[in-house]
């Protein structure tokens, strides 16, 4: 019997099995699909990320972004560069995750990849997995299967405060002139952004809504705006797939088990930046389910007040900046991001060197008296 089995081995999955094993617990990642496998994703990491761990991301990083541009409608541009320590780093998925997975294997965490779940059942104190190779028991879960998992539902979390998103991207094979710059268009979708990101032999170009709102035609925008860098996605590779953004603070903790990155529901309501809080939740998940190993028995409530503390607080503001943002993104567009400091706040937030409640007042007061002007 493991101490803990980890279903699914993205970026929480994988942080949780390192962390865990560090500590000396046994454990066994379960992943559906053969790593490395492709994850549709910007590819935009955080740098912060780093102070949670004591390896060297390098291997791992395509390229470093330290530039900005933003455009309305394909025009009237904004570029700036992002006065961080260290740039965003640009990550392809299937690289990013597995080498994640691969150190907590270093450390004695074993996986099992191309062995999908088909259900779970609570014996007395600890749960049975079962997959189609058979079953495997563990004291605790870490349920990190993704949006679109089953885990949540089987564990009993019926209604997970969330709001569900939708994005379309396709990776293009180029050779990148600029690889320091990220492109933002805000003008050519609604209640969202594109994103047009550099990687070492290519883009990731996309087009996500995060507030609700009408169906708009991913494919014929997203098309649009790929032909402005002159690049053709027709013949690239396109992925939809829907996105679990915070919606609110919630028990992400039952009996034995939690829920961690996108399964909790902990993407950022205005960036839709997922891959760092996927890894923070991990992290929280791994010291929680750590404690509980020794003897807490509060451990896992712990959990879920530290993600709705230390992640919702920050999100709550987030959600109230993205309501207003994409809502009204012609006015945020002029007296928000054209303001002097707007592209240099917004990559400090990405960066992790600054929190949302620490601008919220002031950028809603501009939206504000936007408005007025």
Sequence with gaps: MYDCIIVGAGPAGGTAAYHLAKQGRSVLVLEKESLPRYKPCGGGVSPAIAQWFDFDFSPVISVKADSFR?????????????PTKEPVWMVRRDIFDHFLVQQGQKQGAELRDNTEVTGIEFQSD???????????????????????????????????????????????????????????????????????FPKADGYSIGVGT????????????????????????????????????????????????????????????????????????????????????????????????????????????????????????????????????????MGKIMCGELGYGDIAGRALKRLISGFGG
């Design 126 to 196: 600890y749960w049975q997995v079962n997959t189609a190779n058979g079953p495997v028991t563990g004291r605790y879960l870490i349920a990190a299967d993704g949006v679109k998992g089953p885990m949540a539902k089987w564990l009993g979390f019926k209604e997970r405060k969330r709001s569900l998103a939708g994005a379309l991207e396709a990776e293009v094979t180029a050779t990148v002139k600029d690889k320091s710059t990220m492109h933002i268009e805000l003008g050519l979708v609604k209640n969202g952004y594109m994103w047009n």
């Design 210 to 345: 995060f507030v609700g709102g009408e169906r708009q035609d991913f494919k014929k925008i997203l098309d649009e705006y790929a032909r402005s860098f002159n690049l053709d996605i027709k013949t690239s590779k396109q992925y939809g797939y829907p996105i679990s953004i915070w919606d609110g603070n919630q028990k992400l903790h039952t009996q034995n088990a939690v829920l961690a990155g996108e399964a909790a529901c902990v993407v950022d309501p205005m960036t839709a930046e997922g891959i760092r809080p996927s890894i923070f939740s991990g992290l929280i998940a791994a010291a929680a389910i750590n404690e509980a190993l020794s003897g807490n028995t509060n451990a896992l409530e712990k959990y879920s007040e530290a993600m709705n503390e230390q992640w919702g607080t920050e999100m709550a503001w987030a959600k109230k900046l993205a309501g207003a943002f994409y809502r009204f993104s012609n006015i945020a567009y002029q007296v928000g991001v054209k303001h002097p400091s707007a592209p240099q706040v």
């Design 70 to 82: 933003f455009t309305w409608k394909l025009g009237d541009p904004v570029e700036a560069k992002i």
